[in-house]
């Protein structure tokens, strides 16, 4: 079943997170104090959050991204993941991950039916990775990479926000990068999500990024595959990896845009940047499938047909990422 927004756009990719909690605390997503926790009962059980993927499933979403905060810190995350790649009709299960956990995880990951992993690695050098995700470790994301690929996943898409004055430098290492790993590098421009002191100056579009490697390489443009999102993919010829640029800010994706989100206590949202949500938690406690396959069909159908994040007079309640999923 094909579900459709009403702006005819083809929706078939749920994002749904399993917590707001992280072992990280990079700047641009989280106060350094981190989120207020919420406690047991504000976040979804597994019973609920698999009560949504199969009434997405359901209506007609065919990919599912598990996301969070940092999904591989909450217990039983893999034997919720066995029991959603297990729904009939899905046909694409998905992890984004800051890779920390990674070396340990990557073989259950696989066994339980995750297909492909997104990593996110903002820096490849240790104190630039150190400062910015305030304490990670990079050498442990790089043994996460390693083992993803040993246990049989195919070489995990690596999402990188690219900041001005803080690892614009390294465009270039990432470029470099796909000479040799297989990886897709995929530039992400960064979001005023928290409007932390001083946002402005980090701002740089995919365009800039783009001239900044075109400016060494020649590139040649990716063929992108059916649930391949929004990015843009390019290569230098002969290289194992692919780069990609996602203009969430600058660009205008939104036309493609084939997303819903559910955050982890519930809250389902059709646009990233928008203030709407829709409080899914009435139609949990109790159970209620038939509602829920009605609410969500409601927020396909009333997906804005573009953000205005870009736009003069723009403006947006402060969120942190952690708590939407990204
Ligand atoms: N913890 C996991 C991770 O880092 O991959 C999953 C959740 S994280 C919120 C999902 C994605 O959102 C990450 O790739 C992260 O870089 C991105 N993100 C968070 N805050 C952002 C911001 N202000 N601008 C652009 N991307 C952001
Ligand atoms: Fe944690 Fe991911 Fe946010 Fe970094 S981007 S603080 S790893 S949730």
Same mark, same amino acid.
Request: some cysteine.
């Given at each position: 079943?094909?579900?459709?927004?009403?702006?005819?756009?083809?929706?078939?990719?749920?994002?749904?997170?399993?917590?707001?909690?992280?072992?990280?605390?990079?700047?641009?997503?989280?106060?350094?104090?981190?989120?207020?926790?919420?406690?047991?009962?504000?976040?979804?059980?597994?019973?609920?959050?698999?009560?949504?993927?199969?009434?997405?499933?359901?209506?007609?979403?065919?990919?599912?991204?598990?996301?969070?905060?940092?999904?591989?810190?909450?217990?039983?995350?893999?034997?919720?993941?066995?029991?959603?790649?297990?729904?009939?009709?899905?046909?694409?299960?998905?992890?984004?991950?800051?890779?920390?956990?990674?070396?340990?995880?990557?073989?259950?990951?696989?066994?339980?039916?995750?297909?492909?992993?997104?990593?996110?690695?903002?820096?490849?050098?240790?104190?630039?990775?150190?400062?910015?995700?305030?304490?990670?470790?990079?050498?442990?994301?790089?043994?996460?990479?390693?083992?993803?690929?040993?246990?049989?996943?195919?070489?995990?898409?690596?999402?990188?926000?690219?900041?001005?004055?803080?690892?614009?430098?390294?465009?270039? $290492?990432?470029?470099?990068?796909?000479?040799?790993?297989?990886?897709?590098?995929?530039?992400?421009?960064?979001?005023?999500?928290?409007?932390? $002191?001083?946002?402005?100056?980090? /701002?740089?579009?995919?365009?800039?990024?783009?001239?900044?490697?075109?400016?060494?390489?020649?590139?040649?443009?990716? $063929?992108?595959?059916?649930?391949?999102?929004?990015?843009?993919?390019?290569?230098?010829?002969?290289?194992?990896?692919?780069?990609?640029?996602?203009?969430?800010?600058?660009?205008?994706?939104? /036309?493609?845009?084939?997303?819903?989100?559910?955050?982890?206590?519930?809250?389902?949202?059709?646009?990233?940047?928008?203030?709407?949500?829709?409080?899914?938690?009435?139609?949990?406690?109790?159970?209620?499938?038939?509602?829920?396959?009605?609410?969500?069909?409601?927020?396909?159908?009333?997906?804005?047909?573009?953000?205005?994040?870009?736009?003069?007079?723009?403006?947006?309640?402060?969120?942190?990422?952690?708590?939407?999923?990204?």
């Amino acid at each position: 079943m094909q579900l459709t927004d009403s702006h005819g756009r083809n929706i078939n990719y749920l994002r749904l997170s399993v917590t707001d909690r992280c072992n990280m605390r990079c700047f641009y997503c989280m106060p350094k104090e981190g989120v207020v926790k919420k406690g047991h009962p504000a976040i979804l059980s597994y019973e609920e959050l698999q009560l949504i993927a199969e009434s997405a499933v359901e209506i007609g979403i065919e990919k599912i991204r598990i996301t969070g905060g940092e999904p591989l810190v909450r217990d039983g995350i893999v034997a919720f993941l066995d029991r959603l790649a297990r729904i009939p009709g899905l046909r694409h299960l998905a992890l984004t991950t800051n890779g920390s956990l990674l070396a340990d995880m990557a073989d259950d990951l696989y066994k339980a039916g995750v297909q492909r992993l997104n990593v996110s690695l903002d820096s490849l050098d240790a104190k630039t990775f150190s400062d910015i995700t305030r304490g990670g470790d990079l050498n442990m994301v790089l043994a996460g990479l390693d083992a993803a690929e040993r246990s049989g996943f195919p070489p995990p898409k690596i999402n990188c926000v690219i900041m001005r004055g803080v690892n614009d430098a390294e465009i270039l $290492d990432f470029a470099d990068r796909t000479l040799t790993h297989g990886n897709s590098i995929r530039f992400i421009e960064y979001m005023p999500a928290i409007r932390e $002191d001083g946002w402005q100056r980090y /701002s740089i579009s995919g365009e800039e990024i783009l001239e900044r490697i075109a400016a060494r390489y020649s590139l040649e443009q990716v $063929d992108k595959g059916m649930f391949a999102g929004p990015s843009r993919d390019f290569r230098i010829p002969g290289a194992r990896g692919s780069i990609g640029i996602i203009t969430a800010v600058s660009g205008h994706f939104c /036309s493609e845009c084939n997303r819903i989100r559910v955050t982890s206590t519930g809250q389902a949202k059709g646009c990233l940047f928008s203030d709407e949500k829709t409080d899914l938690v009435p139609f949990l406690r109790p159970p209620d499938p038939a509602g829920l396959a009605q609410v969500l069909k409601y927020i396909v159908s009333s997906k804005p047909e573009r953000h205005g994040i870009s736009g003069d007079g723009y403006i947006h309640t402060n969120f942190t990422m952690s708590q939407v999923g990204g």
